[in-house]
């Protein structure tokens, strides 16, 4: 019979193999038996751990949430921003968790919604703060570019594989997150268009006044 310690041991090493194969090939095509055969187990002591595949990814997930944005997890003392910032410059101790990330967030879970919330909720406060100090331009729809901001963080981190294949790099190396920076902060600050016709034309067309002039002309 194991010792207390060395079933904890066990447990860890089952979920860090479970994390690995889940984040290279998927949830659906990873087999207990793979699993066991990474962590150096056998598949009866996942049971015995787990029960099934659906609760080791229950607490597969909720282990890469805590990388994340638990405070008192020994990535960094700092919020889920500066956490996933702090992961992108460490891929080689943190690349499977940015991996398995995003898989979490296409596959979708509620510790994938838990997580996604907790970036829109940093955006939300940081874009706050960059409006009480006069840094923003006046929104529209603060809420939506919350959330536009948010996804242009995390299209990195979600579409890696194909971002490396059209680039030839990792845009989450070093180079290639230093690559990014400049092209987002000038998208971010300038935009990419010279005039300002079509935003313009879709303001015109998108407000009540602009529905009610047409109406009116048919």
């Known amino acids: 019979m ?12 089952i979920r860090d193999a479970a994390i690995g194969a889940f984040a290279r090939d998927g ?3 990873t087999s207990m038996r793979t699993i066991a055969a990474q962590a150096g ?3 009866a002591l996942i ?5 099934d595949k659906n609760a080791l990814r229950t607490e597969c997930d909720e282990h890469v949430v805590s990388v994340f944005i638990d405070e008192e997890h020994d990535l960094i003392e700092a919020p889920t921003g500066d956490r996933i910032r702090a992961a992108l410059q460490d891929l080689d101790r943190y690349g499977t968790y940015v991996d398995y990330l995003s898989r979490m967030l296409v596959d979708g879970s509620p ?3 838990r997580l996604f919330d907790s970036f829109l909720g940093s955006t939300r406060s940081m874009l706050a703060e960059q409006s009480e100090a006069g840094m923003l ?3 529209s729809d603060p809420e939506m570019t919350t959330l536009l901001v948010t ?13 490396a294949r059209a680039l030839g790099t990792d ?5 290639g997150l230093l690559r990014l920076t400049l092209p987002t902060l000038e998208l971010l600050t300038h935009g990419i268009y010279s005039t300002t016709a079509l935003l313009d034309s879709a303001r015109d067309a998108l407000t009540p006044q602009g529905n009610a002039s047409e109406g009116d002309e048919s």
């Open 2 to 13: 194991r010792s207390a310690p060395d079933d904890l041991t066990a447990r860890a090493r």
């Open 27 to 29: 949830f659906d095509a």
């Open 41 to 43: 187990v056998s598949a």
């Open 47 to 51: 049971v015995h751990h787990f029960g």
């Open 111 to 113: 510790a994938a919604d």
């Open 137 to 139: 331009e006046p929104l």
């Open 151 to 163: 996804l242009i963080g995390l299209g990195p981190v979600v579409m890696r594989s194909q971002i």
């Open 171 to 175: 845009q989450l190396s070093p180079a």
